[in-house]
């Protein structure tokens, strides 16, 4: 919207959002007032916008609401104060400020890790055991029009090549993992091709990764770019100017510092 | 052929007896949907060789006692068979080839649990229509998934495994385990960071308490800490999450007592930042820049961080001991890392640090399950091969079992 | 005392664990119900917890103001961003959006959190490449193997590549269709083993150190 | 001469990182503001995605989740405008939402702005549920009743009634399903919870990241297909034939990519002249 108007809060946003950007990049030059100026600010709003977070999403909307909600339609219902429990189990961790009492906080460690390795083992063996196994143990041939044949087509991911490849992979790599058995003769052929294997997926999932990281300096730059227009008040180039100068100045003032002493 | 009872319903309603091309569905009936939460029903009845795709079938509803019948599906002929896969063998609420077809409760058509329903099915090809028997079910939930008994089944065996070598571990904890280069490193890494003087940095990851690395990222956090304690080195340790840090606080004051040196525990080893990942991050950072460590540890689970953290720390000189199940940042620690506990290693590490027999022994049913999955993946693919090749179903049996079913 | 400090936690660990093992296994619509609570409760319990986090930050940077540490300046802006950032968003009723226009809360979020998180974040771009000039020499056959992989990936994935070497392309997606699910799916069963093991162990009582140590066995 | 070349290939290897810093700033820059538009080629899982959703009957129901925050934006947003341009160009009747709280504004603006620009009304063309929490419990209990864990949208208007939502019960009655994620609660916990269950076909979009721990989910069927990153993105804006962000960005990709590739090829170049001396150097 180049002819619209940009309200007053937008252009401050702006100004806000350029200069605070900056301030965290010019840690790549190295650590400086600036970026403990970001740092700092950067975490004290985070606590804060937490805080308001848990208030309202956890507090008000998980206890308090259905717990007025609940007294005031079921008073007599033990469902009703089904929410004073957790606020129960979180006051004993709280207890941690007490040392004498400090105990009382296992037991709602005793809840959370329970619960937690409760519910994952059915589920991961679900997902990530039997699933992957099932997807794993597939037929090397097909039956077609003119009968049995085995793909070898490197191309498509189902075809019987790749099925081989895939379960020399699994096998070689789940091997590798192997802590009981010495990686001697055979044990040590599996071993090394399953270290290859990880090595080579290791590397191409870095380089896949590498532009996903690009498009967020992309992402960034687009911000900054559009924060240097005019309607915006030129904030990047003034702010840069700015920025680069305080960390000139900060550079001369340690280096005479140093050179003094 | 017709089926007797059909010309008798036909004959019943009033219908001429000449049943034309399409046959009413053989077989026809309703049940309750097996292992389901309720609120749905399941039509099954046999196929016939004259299904086709110009053949619908419509599916007719109605509370019991019928009063008006409502269309509530609509499908070809030829299509809704039990195919091979669909279900495992020990639960096949129809025959393979039947029909089956499952009738979840809707907006249009609402299906309550206990309460009977009729349903009948309506055959149309061209300008014929024919209708099925009706039949009634009642829907209801169920209390067990009898199609996931084979995860059940898995889960207890492989506790038992574990139980077994546990024991096994108790009765000889003498077992052979492999060298983890990562391991060895934890000791020299403690070691420089005592003699250069400069404090340890150790990281629980990005999980909470519920969170299985995060676990096996504190109990190795007390091993380190028993270490610490002895060389009486500055022990860091930041957090994102409260209730980590409320017991990693009691894991390295416990190591602190274990290590004999209750009085050169600090309150103020573990500390709160922000729950924020990249205000956490930056925060970290910072120290790493300021304060210097000489030795890096990040255990559990990790995202984008894990190379904002890594990098850093390459930049200040500090050994980098990392390990994490996250498999999407391996690349990232394997990279920038002294050294890296891939996946599992982590869960292991605790065991060869502490050489407890609890321990050792669970690796040992870990190792012994893995030979056995792996013997899985390959006999599986041997007999599902075969399968193709002598065109038989007959290896299902075995294969089921190791199938995710829903 | 021994047993309210020990076993009692220890028999919660177990009930919690074998209620919520066995949940999965049942369809009936109380059992999903009895989930979906408790993860609720989690929350609950997880928002008390930040009061833990919140005094330990207290702590350690009135620490530091009160000793005027070096930096302690900074503390003081962490305190205020605190009290600005909790203020405007208690004002604000917690909401970032009200009537349709954003409120204060939401203009702290999109012009301070936003442009913060993306930064830092952005920030990997800069490393992804110093870490791969560091990494990537071919010093062991492991080492070249994940150098070359990385670079033919890079190659395949942008427009570029695909053009000065269209093949690049071909491979890149064998390599991620093909080796890299190999791997994935091998760790994936690898770490499921352990992280099975693992709950196992707490749920029986083996693994107790999330408790404080403690070795009594 | 050879001293002198060892010398520089040592200076070299160990050279200040943050020179390369300034290569991929400008590497980054340059094209932004000067694009050179390079073809884009399709891959067969985003092609898939295309395909499927091309193939649906006009009012079909297509979910979106929009689960990322804002720092996946430059990624995944893409992605969801390309989505949104071609669901709402098939008459698709769209129902977004997030699991990430923090991605609340950024869902809302992003499908508000693709709607006005197809001049599609809210609450009858699309509807924006918001957030809600419990992330896999939330979705379980939309298997179970929509307008129980969405009693209403973001505008605070009532679910029920709403035009756009006629016929639709609960996540069985959704005819497409794709989950734009940036990590954990996305799209594994979209089909373990919700796909399974309640038998929606989905797809996932995903960062660069992640994408490629999703890839046997992509084999096994698990999702029908897979738009990874920027790229996926830029795939997607071709098929649609209207060129976006994405494609625009890919060029900034192709001079990075191109400067990193040629550093490490220069770093192991040193590092060869290096190794004739003593074994292995640095």
Not at chain 2, 128 to 141: I, K
Not at chain 2, 366 to 380: H, R
Not at chain 3, 103 to 112: E, H, K, S, V
């Amino acid at each position: 919207m180049p002819e619209q108007l940009i309200p007053t809060s937008a252009v401050l946003g702006a100004w806000v959002a350029t200069g605070l950007t900056l301030f965290i990049y010019s840690f790549l030059y190295k650590d400086n007032p600036l970026f403990k100026l970001g740092e700092h600010l950067y975490v004290g709003v985070s606590i804060g916008y937490s805080v308001v977070l848990v208030w309202y999403t956890v507090f008000f909307r998980l206890l308090w609401e259905p717990l007025k909600k609940g007294i005031a339609e079921h008073p007599a219902a033990l469902g009703t104060y089904e929410p004073v429990i957790p606020a129960l189990l979180g006051m004993l961790i709280l207890t941690q400020f007490f040392p004498k009492v400090s105990w009382l906080s296992r037991i709602a460690f005793a809840f959370i890790v329970g619960f937690g390795s409760g519910v994952a083992i059915p589920r991961t063996v679900s997902s990530y055991i039997l699933k992957q196994i099932e997807d794993t143990v597939t037929p090397l041939i097909t039956m077609g029009a003119n009968g049995l044949s085995m793909g070898l087509n490197l191309a498509l991911p189902q075809s019987g090549i790749n099925t081989i490849i895939l379960l020399i992979g699994v096998v070689s790599v789940l091997f590798y993992f192997f802590f009981s058995v010495e990686h001697t003769g055979p044990g040590m052929v599996t071993a090394r091709t399953g270290i290859y294997f990880l090595m080579i997926a290791f590397g191409a999932a870095f380089g896949y990764t590498v532009m996903s990281r690009m498009s967020l300096l992309i992402g960034r730059f687009r911000d900054l770019i559009t924060f240097a227009g005019a309607e915006y008040g030129y904030a990047t180039p003034v702010l840069l100017l700015v920025t680069v100068l305080s960390l000139a100045a900060w550079e001369f003032a340690t280096r005479r510092k140093a050179g003094g002493k | 052929m017709i089926p007797a009872s059909l010309l008798f319903f036909l004959l019943l309603i009033g219908e001429p007896v000449f049943a034309g091309p399409p046959t009413s569905p053989e077989g026809f009936r309703v049940l309750d949907t097996p292992n389901d939460a309720g609120k749905s029903l399941s039509l099954a009845w046999k196929a016939s060789p004259s299904d086709s795709k110009d053949r619908t079938v419509q599916v007719w509803a109605a509370k019991s006692p019928p009063a008006a019948f409502q269309k509530v599906a609509e499908f070809p002929s030829n299509t809704r068979y039990v195919k091979t896969g669909d279900f495992p063998w020990w639960v096949q609420p129809a025959g393979k080839g039947d029909h089956y077809v499952k009738l979840p409760s809707s907006q249009a058509f609402p299906i309550e649990d206990g309460k009977p329903y009729t349903v009948k099915l309506l055959t149309h090809e061209g300008t014929q229509d024919v209708w099925s028997e009706a039949a009634e079910g009642v829907s209801a939930p169920n209390y067990f998934n009898l199609v996931q008994v084979n995860n059940l089944v898995f889960v207890l065996a492989f506790t038992g495994v574990l139980l077994g070598s546990i024991a096994a571990a108790r009765r000889n904890p003498h077992i052979y385990l492999r060298r983890i280069a990562g391991l060895d490193a934890v000791e020299e890494a403690i070691g420089r960071s005592t003699e250069m003087g400069r404090p340890i940095l150790y990281l629980t990851g990005s999980g909470g308490m519920s969170d299985v690395s995060t676990i096996a990222a504190t109990v190795i956090l007390g091993q380190v800490a028993k270490k610490v304690a002895h060389y009486e080195t500055t022990l860091k340790v930041p957090h994102r999450d409260p209730i980590v840090m409320a017991v990693c606080q009691e894991i390295v004051k416990e190591a602190y007592v274990e290590a004999g040196r209750p009085d050169a525990f600090k309150e103020d080893t573990n500390f709160f930042i922000t729950d924020d990942q990249f205000s956490y991050t930056a925060a970290v950072d910072g120290i790493m820049l300021r304060e210097k460590p000489a030795a890096n540890f990040f255990m559990g689970s990790y995202f984008a961080e894990s190379l904002l953290l890594t990098e850093t720390g390459a930049s200040t000189g500090a050994i980098q001991i990392a390990g994490t199940d996250s498999d999407h940042q391996l690349p990232f620690f394997v990279t920038t890392c002294d050294y890296t506990l891939i996946g599992e290693e982590l869960y292991a590490a605790s065991a060869y640090l502490s050489r407890e027999p609890v321990l050792v022994g669970t690796l040992r049913g870990q190792d012994i399950s893995k030979a056995f999955i792996m013997s899985v993946l390959v006999i599986g693919t041997a007999l599902a091969t075969a399968g193709v090749m002598l065109q038989t179903d007959a290896f299902n049996y075995a294969l089921d079992l190791f199938r995710d079913f829903k | 005392m021994i047993f309210l400090k020990r076993q009692l936690p220890l028999a919660i660990t177990f009930v919690m664990g074998v209620v919520f093992a066995l949940q999965y296994y049942i369809p009936h619509p109380v059992s999903e119900e009895a989930i979906t609570k408790v993860s609720d409760w989690m929350k609950i319990i997880s928002g008390f917890a930040l009061v833990l986090g919140i005094a330990s930050v207290f702590h350690v940077h009135a620490v530091k103001i009160r000793r005027q540490a070096p930096g302690w300046g900074y503390s003081g802006v962490l305190f205020a961003a605190i009290v600005i950032t909790m203020g405007v968003g208690f004002w604000s009723g917690g909401e970032s959006k009200a009537d349709g226009a954003q409120t204060a809360f939401g203009w702290l979020y999109d012009y301070t959190m936003v442009p913060l998180q993306g930064t830092m974040f952005s920030i990997l771009a800069f490393f992804i490449a110093s870490a791969a000039y560091r990494a990537f020499r071919a010093r062991s056959p492991e080492a070249s193997v994940l150098l070359v992989s990385a670079v033919v990936v890079m190659m395949g994935r942008v427009p570029l590549g695909q053009f000065l070497a269209p093949w690049t392309w071909d491979v890149t997606q064998w390599l991620l269709n093909v080796l890299n699910s190999a791997v994935r799916r091998a760790i994936l069963i690898g770490v499921s083993m352990g992280s099975v093991g693992l709950s196992l162990k707490i749920i029986l009582g083996k693994e107790r150190s999330y408790l404080g140590g403690g070795k009594d066995q | 001469m050879k001293g002198a070349l060892k010398d520089f290939a040592r200076r070299m290897i160990a050279i200040d990182r943050r020179i390369i810093f300034l290569l991929i700033a400008a590497a980054t820059l340059l094209p932004l503001l000067n694009p050179f538009g390079l073809p884009i080629k399709v891959s067969p899982e985003v092609k898939a995605v295309y395909d499927y959703m091309d193939a649906l009957p006009e009012r079909s129901v297509f979910l979106l989740s929009f689960d990322f925050d804002p720092s996946s934006k430059p990624e995944l947003e893409p992605q969801a405008v390309a989505l949104l341009r071609h669901a709402f160009r098939k008459n698709l009747r769209v129902i977004a939402m997030t699991h990430w709280i923090t991605g609340t504004g950024l869902a809302d603006g992003v499908v508000a702005q693709v709607a006005a620009e197809t001049g599609k009304e809210r609450g009858k063309d699309y509807v924006f549920l918001g957030w809600a929490p419990g992330g896999y419990a939330l979705i379980i209990s939309m298997g179970q009743d929509l307008y129980k864990a969405f009693p209403s949208d973001y505008s605070k208007t009532p679910t029920l009634g709403m035009p756009v939502l006629e016929g639709v019960r609960n996540l069985r009655d959704v005819n497409y399903m794709v989950s734009l994620a940036a990590g954990g609660a996305g799209i594994e916990m979209w089909y373990v919870f919700g796909k399974d269950k309640y038998r929606f076909e989905m797809a996932g979009g995903a960062t660069g990241v992640i994408a490629p721990g999703l890839y046997p989910f992509l084999r096994s069927g698990q999702i029908n297909g897979l738009i990874g990153g920027l790229q996926g993105a830029a795939e997607y804006e071709t098929l649609i034939g209207r060129k976006g962000m994405a494609v625009a960005g890919m060029d900034a990709q192709s001079a990075t990519h191109f400067v990193i590739i040629v550093l490490v090829v220069l770093c192991n170049v040193f590092y060869f002249t290096l190794r004739g001396d003593k074994g292995k150097p640095v």
